[in-house]
């Protein structure tokens, strides 16, 4: 890493120029002339929001000019989560909304493949390729309700399948197709689709990958497909047709758009809580979750989201770096919410290197360049400078999410990436497909913190004894009841799952699983998850503590660590530290002496690892998580399989070291 940097460090306060522009200032203004509310700072309007959770979200129901043909009979229903019900008797259509905003000057959707020039789709074009397959959706008997799946990368085809069902009712599941056909099949055979919309192959690091061999497995699990939409996506590998599943019906994507261009699109209007889309947790053993979120849920939260933190206008180009399989997919859609240009990018963020994406900035003039903590780490740390290669005065914010962001991270981006940048760390989960807390552009970013608590996200850190905490580390809750927060787990009948998921630690309380802390200017940091906790000799710590002080030192010459705490038989606490080391670079004596020098003094001497232990890589999951969890099952005495679903990873033979680890260390044990 860089040079070491205090959490806290003060790195960016907004101009007052940037502050009038906010959307969230004039909400601000409205509130006082329209509602004859006045708040001093965002705080206060915050614990309003969370305080008076009826009053708040009925005003963003108005602000937003939600249509509903019948009005709502209350804003809740019911005493304590998760038996709320929200704006019962309203009928709300996402897809509706989003053509609502419809804009003449800027695309609707910019689309990149590797290796390939943009692709910009006009706002016309996404009506008429939505009402096509809206359209042939309706003529497979598709109704309300019934689902559609599909397998396809991060192009066009999703948005445009997604806003279909959605504008007929229908509810949409997504899988990329980096996923392999059992861990999809475990998605999809829970939610027993009708329709199936696949491509027949994508690229990937400059390579082609066939997925015929996995659709024609898939469509054999899938026993409820009747139609498949094949998409010939790969022009050099094989089409999908009929021979592949003799029981279902073929047809192609482009014969749909080609013969439907004149039809209207029809949008159904639909109950509040009416099923939108269903996303899957990315735990790593068992089945997945079936998380359903509905229609008016992800509406109102994504509006408020889109609008006030991540302050997008209309004519803004949003974009974040994310497969179809990751919640960010289903946000960058929800950009359209508010008039702006939905950029999606099909391939890999490291090729043919890893200035691919910056360069993609520069060439579409982004506004919003947002990614994983992972990757700005890893421009960090290859010495990437996109501001002295790239032209990319037109970016107003850089976001960050899927694991806590190093304060030296949050430095870089400044010292490389613009000093004018808004930094939007955001922390929240497939389980809302939002955020809980994140950015807010009428406040300075310090390194190391995220923000603030989003405005209607009563977000506390918990004691062991259920008491709200701050200035200390405890676990993240959510005490007042979210529109977005899932209306079920599919298949969930009795919601014994979901309420053993979220509120068995604390009834009536959601436990989201990260550590927070809350610092005295309401700024929050995100110290891993609870359930990876470092637990030595009854004093816990997250994970994302250590990795900062063994990565920070550059001289080290570790490039990636990941460290598990495994109590044993005897009582006694094992925690090795497996790191992998810069190419050439080996790991010394001296090198461990320094890594233990430097934890003892920054956290506690006992938190000084047993073991460092070099490693070709560590595991990551797709969206690009490190696998603590199940590396630990593995060395408790798991084998791989059992430990870890193998299809969600980016690396799954990575594994494999941890067994050989296990094997030697302890199989004779």
Same mark, same amino acid.
């Given at each position: 890493?860089?040079?070491?940097?205090?959490?806290?460090?003060?790195?960016?306060?907004?101009?007052?120029?940037?502050?009038?522009?906010?959307?969230?200032?004039?909400?601000?203004?409205?509130?006082?002339?329209?509602?004859?509310?006045?708040?001093?700072?965002?705080?206060?309007?915050?614990?309003?929001?969370?305080?008076?959770?009826?009053?708040?979200?009925?005003?963003?129901?108005?602000?937003?000019?939600?249509?509903?043909?019948?009005?709502?009979?209350?804003?809740?229903?019911?005493?304590?989560?998760?038996?709320?019900?929200?704006?019962?008797?309203?009928?709300?259509?996402?897809?509706?909304?989003?053509?609502?905003?419809?804009?003449?000057?800027?695309?609707?959707?910019?689309?990149?493949?590797?290796?390939?020039?943009?692709?910009?789709?006009?706002?016309?074009?996404?009506?008429?390729?939505?009402?096509?397959?809206?359209?042939?959706?309706?003529?497979?008997?598709?109704?309300?309700?019934?689902?559609?799946?599909?397998?396809?990368?991060?192009?066009?085809?999703?948005?445009?399948?997604?806003?279909?069902?959605?504008?007929?009712?229908?509810?949409?599941?997504?899988?990329?197709?980096?996923?392999?056909?059992?861990?999809?099949?475990?998605?999809?055979?829970?939610?027993?689709?009708?329709?199936?919309?696949?491509?027949?192959?994508?690229?990937?690091?400059?390579?082609?990958?066939?997925?015929?061999?996995?659709?024609?497995?898939?469509?054999?699990?899938?026993?409820?497909?009747?139609?498949?939409?094949?998409?010939?996506?790969?022009?050099?590998?094989?089409?999908?047709?009929?021979?592949?599943?003799?029981?279902?019906?073929?047809?192609?994507?482009?014969?749909?758009?080609?013969?439907?261009?004149?039809?209207?699109?029809?949008?159904?209007?639909?109950?509040?809580?009416?099923?939108?889309?269903?996303?899957?947790?990315?735990?790593?053993?068992?089945?997945?979750?079936?998380?359903?979120?509905?229609?008016?849920?992800?509406?109102?939260?994504?509006?408020?989201?889109?609008?006030?933190?991540?302050?997008?206008?209309?004519?803004?180009?949003?974009?974040?770096?994310?497969?179809?399989?990751?919640?960010?997919?289903?946000?960058?859609?929800?950009?359209?919410?508010?008039?702006?240009?939905?950029?999606?990018?099909?391939?890999?963020?490291?090729?043919?290197?890893?200035?691919?994406?910056?360069?993609?900035?520069?060439?579409?003039?982004?506004?919003?360049?947002?990614?994983?903590?992972?990757?700005?780490?890893?421009?960090?740390?290859?010495?990437?400078?996109?501001?002295?290669?790239?032209?990319?005065?037109?970016?107003?914010?850089?976001?960050?999410?899927?694991?806590?962001?190093?304060?030296?991270?949050?430095?870089?981006?400044?010292?490389?990436?613009?000093?004018?940048?808004?930094?939007?760390?955001?922390?929240?989960?497939?389980?809302?497909?939002?955020?809980?807390?994140?950015?807010?552009?009428?406040?300075?970013?310090?390194?190391?913190?995220?923000?603030?608590?989003?405005?209607?996200?009563?977000?506390?850190?918990?004691?062991?004894?259920?008491?709200?905490?701050?200035?200390?580390?405890?676990?993240?809750?959510?005490?007042?009841?979210?529109?977005?927060?899932?209306?079920?787990?599919?298949?969930?009948?009795?919601?014994?799952?979901?309420?053993?998921?979220?509120?068995?630690?604390?009834?009536?309380?959601?436990?989201?699983?990260?550590?927070?802390?809350?610092?005295?200017?309401?700024?929050?940091?995100?110290?891993?998850?609870?359930?990876?906790?470092?637990?030595?000799?009854?004093?816990?710590?997250? &994970?994302? *503590?250590?990795?900062?002080? /063994?990565? !920070?030192?550059?001289?080290?010459? =570790? #490039?990636?660590?990941? %460290?598990?705490?495994?109590?044993?038989?005897?009582?006694?606490?094992?925690?090795?530290?497996?790191?992998?080391?810069?190419?050439?670079?080996?790991? &010394?004596? *001296?090198?461990?002496?320094? /890594?233990? !020098?430097?934890?003892?003094?920054? =956290? #506690?001497?006992?938190? %000084?690892?047993?073991?460092?232990?070099?490693?070709?890589?560590?595991?990551?999951?797709?969206?690009?998580?490190?696998?603590?969890?199940?590396?630990?099952?593995?060395?408790?005495?798991?084998?791989?399989?059992?430990?870890?679903?193998?299809?969600?990873?980016?690396?799954?033979?990575?594994?494999?070291?941890?067994?050989?680890?296990?094997?030697?260390?302890?199989?004779?044990?």
């Amino acid at each position: 890493m860089e040079k070491h940097i205090q959490e806290g460090t003060l790195l960016w306060s907004p101009t007052e120029e940037s502050k009038q522009k906010a959307n969230l200032t004039k909400f601000l203004a409205w509130l006082k002339d329209e509602k004859k509310h006045s708040f001093r700072d965002y705080q206060s309007l915050w614990e309003w929001s969370v305080a008076d959770t009826d009053a708040f979200w009925a005003t963003l129901w108005e602000y937003f000019h939600i249509d509903s043909p019948v009005p709502y009979s209350a804003v809740t229903e019911g005493e304590e989560m998760p038996g709320i019900r929200w704006f019962p008797g309203a009928r709300v259509n996402f897809a509706a909304h989003v053509f609502s905003m419809q804009q003449e000057k800027s695309p609707a959707i910019i689309s990149k493949r590797e290796g390939e020039k943009p692709v910009h789709i006009s706002w016309d074009e996404l009506r008429e390729q939505t009402a096509s397959i809206a359209a042939a959706l309706r003529e497979f008997g598709v109704k309300p309700g019934e689902r559609v799946a599909a397998y396809v990368p991060n192009t066009p085809h999703a948005i445009i399948g997604m806003l279909a069902s959605a504008s007929i009712g229908a509810v949409w599941s997504a899988c990329s197709p980096d996923f392999g056909a059992d861990s999809v099949a475990e998605r999809f055979t829970q939610i027993e689709p009708k329709v199936l919309i696949t491509i027949n192959g994508y690229s990937y690091n400059g390579k082609s990958h066939s997925r015929k061999a996995q659709v024609k497995r898939l469509l054999t699990e899938l026993e409820t497909v009747t139609h498949c939409i094949s998409i010939d996506y790969d022009k050099s590998g094989e089409k999908i047709t009929g021979d592949d599943a003799k029981s279902v019906n073929f047809v192609a994507w482009e014969e749909l758009i080609s013969q439907k261009k004149d039809d209207v699109l029809t949008i159904e209007q639909l109950p509040f809580s009416h099923p939108l889309w269903v996303l899957y947790s990315s735990g790593t053993t068992g089945l997945p979750k079936p998380i359903v979120h509905g229609h008016g849920g992800m509406l109102i939260e994504h509006l408020k989201y889109m609008e006030f933190h991540a302050d997008v206008k209309p004519g803004d180009r949003f974009f974040w770096y994310s497969t179809t399989g990751w919640m960010m997919w289903n946000v960058v859609v929800a950009a359209l919410l508010r008039g702006a240009t939905a950029v999606v990018y099909d391939g890999s963020p490291g090729y043919p290197d890893m200035d691919v994406l910056w360069k993609f900035a520069e060439e579409v003039k982004l506004t919003t360049f947002g990614t994983s903590a992972t990757f700005l780490v890893n421009c960090m740390k290859n010495g990437l400078k996109p501001s002295s290669k790239f032209q990319l005065s037109a970016l107003r914010s850089v976001g960050s999410t899927g694991s806590p962001l190093p304060p030296e991270a949050f430095n870089w981006v400044y010292e490389h990436i613009g000093n004018h940048i808004h930094l939007n760390s955001t922390s929240g989960g497939t389980d809302i497909c939002s955020s809980f807390v994140g950015g807010n552009p009428l406040l300075p970013v310090h390194a190391g913190e995220i923000q603030c608590r989003l405005l209607g996200a009563s977000v506390e850190a918990f004691d062991e004894n259920g008491k709200a905490i701050q200035g200390r580390v405890g676990e993240m809750v959510i005490t007042r009841p979210m529109p977005c927060m899932p209306l079920f787990f599919w298949g969930d009948d009795e919601g014994s799952r979901y309420r053993e998921s979220y509120f068995e630690m604390f009834p009536g309380v959601w436990r989201h699983g990260d550590w927070l802390k809350i610092t005295d200017r309401n700024s929050c940091v995100i110290y891993g998850r609870s359930d990876a906790t470092l637990n030595k000799m009854g004093v816990r710590i997250g &994970t994302s *503590e250590i990795y900062r002080a /063994v990565e !920070a030192d550059p001289s080290t010459g =570790i #490039a990636d660590s990941l %460290v598990v705490s495994i109590e044993q038989a005897d009582g006694s606490w094992y925690m090795p530290l497996f790191v992998v080391m810069k190419p050439d670079v080996s790991l &010394t004596e *001296e090198t461990k002496k320094k /890594v233990g !020098a430097t934890i003892r003094e920054k =956290i #506690a001497p006992r938190f %000084v690892p047993d073991e460092i232990i070099p490693v070709a890589e560590i595991p990551y999951t797709l969206s690009g998580k490190k696998m603590e969890k199940p590396v630990k099952r593995i060395l408790e005495g798991h084998p791989a399989e059992k430990a870890a679903s193998k299809d969600s990873m980016r690396n799954p033979e990575s594994l494999k070291i941890f067994e050989n680890f296990y094997a030697r260390h302890f199989g004779e044990k």
